[in-house]
């Protein structure tokens, strides 16, 4: 399984972005495919994440701005970010797993894309 993520940048607070993440041989379902990420000495935490049949899971602090999804070919796997905050700066991780969806089942991971809000 290969995950590639892009579209991390820089805004400013009240501001939108998007990440994307490109899904190569993940195979067939059920699996999770998940947003993680990690900010300044901060530990990992889980951001959204959604399952094969396409129900969607959220942290408290992105609930109601963060929005999760995937294309029906299981290939490319969005963050919509909207009124983003300081605190969401972080490096981002895109996330699969085959092993149910709990946060320790992740067991591949894309590089990471840095977003920063100001």
């Known amino acids: 399984v290969q995950l590639v993520e892009s579209g991390g940048g820089s805004a400013q607070a009240g501001e939108s972005l998007r990440l994307s993440c490109v899904v190569s041989n993940i195979g067939r379902a059920p699996y999770c495919l998940g947003w993680f990420r990690q900010g300044p000495g901060k530990q990992r935490e889980a951001v959204a994440g959604?399952?094969?049949?396409?129900?969607?899971n959220y942290a408290d602090s992105v609930k109601g701005r963060f929005t999760v999804s995937k294309d029906n070919a299981y290939t490319t796997l969005a963050l919509q970010m909207n009124s983003l905050k300081p605190e969401d700066t972080a490096m981002y991780y895109c996330?699969?797993?085959?092993?149910?969806?709990?946060?320790?089942?992740?067991?591949?991971w894309g590089q990471g894309t840095q977003v920063t809000v100001s």
């Open positions: 996330a699969a797993s085959k092993l149910g969806c709990a946060d320790s089942a992740f067991t591949y």
């Open positions: 959604i399952d094969s049949a396409g129900n969607t």
